[in-house]
């Protein structure tokens, strides 16, 4: 790296001996040097030249010394200027003070140009791996601001306004996505396909951050475009995961249950894509798991055979869907929160509206693993079916 010195001392002479003993260095554009008469002017060349790196400055000088200078480059704080401060032969108290002061080296007068060298190719070292590091840093705080921006696009690609359909009377919805990071893989949707017909979906993509949100991204879309095709819930997942499977990317996949529900009989047809499966949570406190239909995650291997099941909804009843986010967290002592937990808690706030369910096991998920960092995204969506 080219190197940029202010020498700072009121000898006219000493101008002329260092570029003389540098010469090979400034022809070769290693070294560029800036040449001041005094503190004043000193500071004067650094608002002239802010790309200086090393200060080389003698501690007596007319108008302002070398330990005032010192001083006032402290109150730059600027972690990738150096300075190396020259004094006396056996003039501690003034090189302590400047130590003190912010100094990163010193050398003696009469100036040995070879310990000079040295000490500079010292400091570079140090100047390099400080400016290595800055590089670094701001590197991490534009990323930082990236994943800041990727999060607040992913948030809103997701459905955030509840009630959602508010002229609706026959079923209501809430859904909730708290990433492990900044941002996740989880997703949820829903949609109305026609006047009587409501889709709704949850995903988890595999894997963790800036891809698994991409892919969530991706896959989120192609279900969303697939399903108001108003195509059955099997062949909707069998499209997209053919498509999924077509533009692969380092083997990711997703997992994904998708339903239909007519709202004049409560008549849900779904298919799973290997998700886990959603509970239906009768009036009475009773919850049923949601069968299976033997469909593997999306993304995994083409024309791959999806099949659609359906259940009848009873007025009342709610649907809770989940990724493993929730019964996957675990304590201080890597124990799983589990099903069991989840079906219990269901129980205790089965007669709650939507959004307090929803509230109800995401608390109580939080508070199980209050001791341990969020390993995994935790997604919730759930709807009651009213009726007509």
């Given at each position: 790296m080219r190197?940029k010195l ?11 001996l ?9 022809r ?6 800036v ?22 400055t003698?501690i007596?000088?007319?108008e302002?010394?070398?330990?005032t200078l ?7 704080n ?20 400047a ?20 000490t ?5 070292q ?7 590091s ?17 999060k ?20 209501d919805?809430f859904?909730s996505m708290?990433?492990a990071k ?19 979906v949850?995903g988890?993509?595999?894997?963790k ?12 879309t192609?279900l969303?475009?697939?399903?108001l ?5 099997n ?7 053919n ?8 083997s ?9 529900l ?14 886990n ?15 299976m239909?033997?469909?593997i995650a ?6 791959m ?15 809770f ?9 675990m304590?201080?002592?890597e124990n799983?929160?589990?099903?069991e ?7 205790l706030?089965?007669?709650?509206d939507?959004?307090e ?32």
């Amino acid at each position: 790296m080219r190197l940029k010195l202010m020498v700072v001392d009121d000898e006219p002479d000493l101008e002329t001996l260092i570029r003389q003993r540098f010469r090979r260095q400034i022809r070769e554009e290693t070294l560029d040097f800036v040449f001041a008469h005094n503190g004043l002017d000193a500071l004067a060349r650094l608002i002239e030249h802010p790309d200086i790196g090393i200060i080389l400055t003698d501690i007596n000088m007319p108008e302002m010394d070398g330990l005032t200078l010192l001083s006032k480059i402290a109150e730059l704080n600027n972690p990738v200027l150096k300075t190396v401060v020259v004094s006396a032969y056996g003039d501690m108290e003034n090189i302590r003070t400047a130590m003190n002061r912010g100094a990163f080296d010193f050398i003696t007068k009469p100036i040995d140009f070879g310990d000079l060298e040295i000490t500079i190719n010292k400091t570079l070292q140090q100047l390099t791996l400080l400016r290595q590091s800055s590089a670094e840093h701001d590197q991490l705080i534009a990323l930082k601001q990236d994943l800041n921006t990727a999060k607040i696009i992913q948030q809103a690609i997701l459905p955030k306004v509840f009630p959602p359909f508010p002229n609706r009377k026959d079923f209501d919805v809430f859904g909730s996505m708290t990433a492990a990071k900044d941002i996740g893989g989880d997703f949820f949707d829903f949609f109305m396909i026609d006047e009587n017909n409501f889709g709704f979906v949850i995903g988890d993509v595999s894997g963790k951050g800036i891809p698994a949100a991409i892919f969530m991204a991706v896959s989120r879309t192609l279900l969303r475009a697939t399903a108001l095709k108003g195509l059955p819930p099997n062949e909707c997942l069998d499209h997209v995961n053919n498509l999924l499977c077509s533009e692969s990317v380092s083997s990711m996949f997703v997992t994904v249950f998708y339903g239909i529900l007519n709202t004049e009989n409560g008549i849900i047809t779904y298919a799973n894509g290997g998700h886990n499966p959603p509970y239906l949570v009768k009036t009475d406190g009773t919850i049923d798991l949601i069968l299976m239909t033997g469909g593997i995650a999306l993304g995994v291997m083409e024309e791959m055979p999806f099949s659609s099941k359906t259940l009848e909804m009873k007025p009342g009843e709610v649907v809770f869907l989940f990724t493993d986010g929730v019964t996957e967290a675990m304590d201080a002592e890597e124990n799983l929160y589990s099903e069991e937990r989840l079906v219990e808690k269901l129980k205790l706030s089965h007669s709650k509206d939507i959004q307090e369910i929803t509230k109800d096991i995401i608390d109580d998920v939080f508070l199980y693993s209050k001791d341990v960092p969020q390993s995994d995204d935790i997604t919730v969506l759930t709807f009651r079916y009213f009726g007509r």
